[in-house]
């Protein structure tokens, strides 16, 4: 009898003896862990680099002192090259064998899309996914967090701009054929019908590089202005055939378009050049001081100026430490996210836009405005422009 009654208490000790909840995923007693998919060495790995050092840097930054109620931050970033299948890799990783806490600065429209609804049933957020697209907050659901006006709102405003400002009537759209470039095309393509005017597409490979026959066919067909739906390279191959060509129409490029690399192209190619934007590109002699600061901060610490990609990361960065902060040291899923939608009128130090989350709201802003190459800097052009 002796012998069956002590496994039996052995069993009823260790019930009353466990934990009242079980533990969070990706939480411990002395951390916090993040993962993060990005582009380390594919076609925007300046992107993926920038955003993960931000993010990297902001982490640092609370784990001065102790961290978050006693935890240190850490991240995980995973490459995926700007690649489907490895960002499916990627993640699944992230959830699986790292047990992330969440996933934050995830890489592009497409890769997002492929990796969500496997973090969605693990029960892991994604947070400020580096994708101006309406499926990182549609259909709604509480782990989804956007920071990023669409590149549908960015391309109505600009279209709207362009024919109310600039006169337009014929609006050709050039862009990457994937998630970003169709949404882009499509926005436009419905702006310009609401206002009477039409539009003229193109679209090609991420890979392609020889952009001068689309050009040409656009010219021809008498364009009056030109939307770029494009990363890095093809933008610069893009505006090389427009000033070759001589073509003096207004050119506007979505918020991807807002890199150090199109400036720098060479031959002046891009003075001139217009990009939807949300945050104003910062100098380390910039009349703001506090991003002046931080320009020089973050270049000491990498070894390279940052880009407007990672003063974006920093923000959302800075945004999910606070809520962090707000959760506590009794940190649980429900009281995160409780604590990110109760995110008010956010300001980074950079000038964006104000940003609120609530809890049916997931995007934290739509707004954005024109920013203009000029003299081989980024200057803002406009204030916040309408959608509609």
């Known amino acids: 009898m002796k012998n069956k009654l002590f496994p039996l208490c052995a069993i009823a000790l260790t019930v009353l003896c466990a934990p009242s909840h079980a533990q969070e995923r990706g939480v411990t007693t002395d951390k916090v862990v993040f993962g993060m998919q990005t582009d380390l060495s594919g076609v925007v790995a300046n992107v993926g680099v920038a955003q993960s050092n931000a993010i990297r840097m902001r982490f640092e930054e609370a784990n001065i002192g102790g961290g978050i109620a006693g935890r240190k931050l850490e991240l995980i970033v995973e490459d995926s090259g700007y690649q489907v299948p490895k960002a499916v890799q990627a993640v699944n990783k992230l959830i699986n064998r790292d047990q992330v806490f969440a996933i934050i600065g995830s890489m592009a429209a497409g890769l997002n899309n492929a990796t969500i609804p496997d973090q969605?049933?693990?029960g892991v957020p994604n947070l400020f996914p580096n994708a101006a697209s309406k499926s990182m907050y549609e259909p709604f659901h509480k782990m989804k967090f956007s920071g990023l006006a669409t590149y549908d709102h960015q391309s109505r405003a600009a279209t709207n701009w362009l024919i109310t400002q600039k006169g337009a009537k014929k609006i050709c759209v050039m862009y990457i054929k994937n998630d970003m470039g169709e949404e882009v095309f499509q926005a436009v393509e419905e702006a310009a019908k609401a206002k009477d005017a039409s539009v003229m597409g193109a679209s090609h490979r991420p890979t392609d590089i020889e952009f001068s026959a689309s050009v040409q066919r656009m010219k021809e067909a008498n364009c009056d202005a030109l939307v770029l739906g494009t990363l890095v390279r093809d933008t610069i191959g893009i505006l090389s055939a427009v000033h070759a060509m001589k073509w003096n129409i207004p050119v506007i490029g979505a918020g991807a378009t807002q890199?150090?690399?199109?400036?720098?192209?060479?031959?002046?190619?891009?003075?001139?050049f217009m990009a939807m934007a949300q945050v104003i590109t910062a100098y380390p002699d910039d009349s703001n001081k506090a991003a002046a600061d931080w320009v020089q901060r973050y270049t000491k610490r990498f070894n390279a100026p940052p880009n407007v990609y990672a003063q974006w990361a920093y923000g959302w960065?800075?945004?999910?430490?606070?809520?962090l902060s707000v959760a506590g040291r009794n940190l649980t899923m429900d009281r995160f996210i409780g604590a990110l939608e109760g995110t008010q009128n956010y300001q980074d130090i950079f000038g964006s836009p104000r940003q609120s989350f609530g809890p049916q709201r997931r995007l934290s802003t739509d707004e954005s405005f024109l920013v203009m190459v000029k003299n081989g800097r980024w200057?803002?052009?406009?204030?916040?422009?309408?959608?509609?």
């Not at 960065?317 to 809520?323: E, N």
């Not at 200057?379 to 959608?387: Q, S």
């Open 379 to 388: 200057v803002k052009l406009t204030e916040f422009l309408p959608i509609k």
């Open 259 to 272: 890199q150090p690399p199109v400036v720098s192209a060479p031959g002046g190619i891009a003075e001139g």
């Open 317 to 323: 960065a800075d945004m999910t430490v606070k809520a």
């Open 120 to 122: 969605l049933i693990a």
